[in-house]
């Protein structure tokens, strides 16, 4: 069934766990290479009784961490109600070390320690990845390898992540900073992600005490030039962080 849907499980463990009561049978399974799932089997083309042509179902597929989503957002909007299904075996309880492994996979050097599934792009899960004491991650998997967006990048599109606070950020772009003499000495207070080209990212940051610049830095996240806010009107719309006046660094990233 899941070899035949194209679905990625390298699978070791099923259980079944009914059936509908249109005759689908749920399975819950163990994936090695990721979140576990339950499965519905689906229903070939047919007549009822009445002789009325019913149209085949599609299987369905559902990871783990999207099923317990769902579930535990069931139960606190109506904690009487019966809830949806979601995953029982032990192997499946544990989603940590699934998400380091994907994020792992998709080149993010962090310590993992959350995650959800936020959406949904095409047939694709979206992920969000939380990291210890840095700036977190969006990812997806894509037609080759994964697609990932930093929470700072996704915080230019007023895209808010759960699991990321503000100082995260700063220490994160505290260690781009370090590298280049022009911007070792910067106190940050406040960063924003202006954008990218051709030619790198461009970041904007505010320090504690001093003048602010907008730095270019390439894919490796290594300094290629550093522009003064005096100077850097043109750089796409200037400088806009107020460096006299940090930001409250207990707030999550807006």
């Given at each position: 069934l899941f070899a035949a849907n194209s679905v990625p499980c390298q699978m070791t463990e099923a259980n079944l766990r009914g059936q509908t009561p249109d005759t689908r049978s749920m399975y819950e399974v163990v994936c090695?290479?990721?979140?576990?799932?339950l499965s519905l089997t689906g229903l070939a083309a047919s007549t009822?009784?009445?002789?009325?042509?019913?149209?085949?179902?599609?299987?369905?597929?559902?990871?783990?961490?999207?099923?317990q989503v769902t579930y535990d957002r069931a139960v606190?909007?109506?904690?009487?109600?019966?809830?949806?299904?979601k995953c029982d075996l032990p192997a499946n309880q544990n989603f940590l070390p699934v998400f380091?492994?994907?994020?792992?996979?998709?080149?993010?050097?962090?310590?993992?320690?959350?995650?959800?599934?936020v959406g949904r792009k095409g047939k694709a899960s979206v992920?969000?990845?939380?990291?210890?004491?840095?700036?977190?991650?969006?990812?997806?998997?894509a037609a080759e390898g994964w697609e990932v967006a930093s929470c700072l990048e996704l915080a230019n599109a007023n895209v808010t992540c759960s699991f990321t606070t503000k100082p995260e950020q700063l220490a994160t772009v505290k260690t781009w900073l370090a590298t280049n003499?022009?911007?070792?000495?910067?106190?940050?207070?406040?960063?924003?992600?202006?954008?990218?080209?051709?030619?790198?990212?461009?970041?904007?940051?505010?320090c504690n005490g001093a003048e602010g610049f907008i730095t270019r830095l390439d894919a490796a996240k290594a300094i290629q030039e550093v522009y003064p806010c005096a100077e850097a009107e043109k750089i796409g719309d200037g400088c806009k962080l107020t460096a006299a006046a940090p930001q409250d660094n207990t707030s999550p990233a807006a």
């Open positions: 090695t290479n990721g979140f576990g799932y009822d009784a009445a002789g009325q042509a019913k149209a085949a179902v599609e299987p369905v597929f559902i990871e783990c961490i999207e099923a606190a909007a109506s904690p009487e109600a019966a809830p949806p299904p380091a492994a994907m994020s792992s996979e998709a080149g993010i050097a962090c310590t993992v320690d959350q995650g959800t599934i992920y969000e990845i939380g990291c210890n004491g840095a700036d977190g991650y969006r990812i997806n998997r003499e022009k911007t070792a000495g910067c106190d940050i207070n406040n960063v924003r992600f202006m954008g990218s080209n051709d030619n790198g990212a461009f970041y904007e940051a505010a």
